[in-house]
């Protein structure tokens, strides 16, 4: 009786770091809407080491950067302020780069539903027994965003971290995405799907020149 093959066991997650995980970084520089600058970059750390199949892939500390993308500060007209940010890649200590998203590109100041409420109340009020109070809403200042040093923010992982068997750390991306008017390169030949009426037209053959005698030298 023949043996059986052994099935191989599943692959415990904890070898796997899935592809859109989320890392948390501490923030060593603070970033507020009425100081921040396009191109300016934010210093931060891994809060916590990156651990896959009981191997450090970067450990608790690991720099990274914040690159502001756009900026722009409260102002009046109840205008708040925002943050638009895109994190650098993570990098490794084996010299590799580890993609990074941030799940909200734009910070902004919270604002509730009852929030918003309670200030149309207010308007509501105003307009009817304060006087002048339309031209109030008009220089009302908005909020500004602030996140101090210390502050944690979330990024998420653009590339699957696995752990080897033969030790080694693999970290895969995404291929990228085709726009929407091209097709995937085939990894084989496409056949067509009937032979062409008439079959495939031969390219005409041009008639070879024949050689002409070259003159011969005179004494």
Known sequence: MPKATPTPSPQPTGNVLPFDSTLLFVLDDPISSKGAKAGQMIRAHLKTALVVGSRTVAPAGAPEQIR??????????????????????????????????????????????????????????????????????????GKNFVLLSGSE???????????????????????????GNETPNSAFPVLPMATPIGGTPQAARLPTPSPKPSPTPTA
């Open 68 to 141: 502001i993308v756009d900026a722009s500060p409260a102002d009046i007209a109840d205008t708040y302020g925002f943050v638009d940010i895109y994190y650098e890649p993570l990098a490794l200590p084996d010299g590799r780069m580890l993609p990074l998203r941030a799940p909200v590109a734009r910070l902004e100041p919270r604002v509730s539903s009852g929030h918003e409420s309670t200030v149309g109340a207010e308007d509501t009020v105003g307009d009817i027994f304060v006087p002048y109070y339309p031209l109030w809403q008009i220089f009302r200042h």
């Open 153 to 179: 923010l979330p990024a998420r992982t653009e590339a699957t971290i696995s752990a080897q068997p033969s030790g080694s750390i693999g970290i895969v991306t995404p291929p990228p995405l085709l726009p």
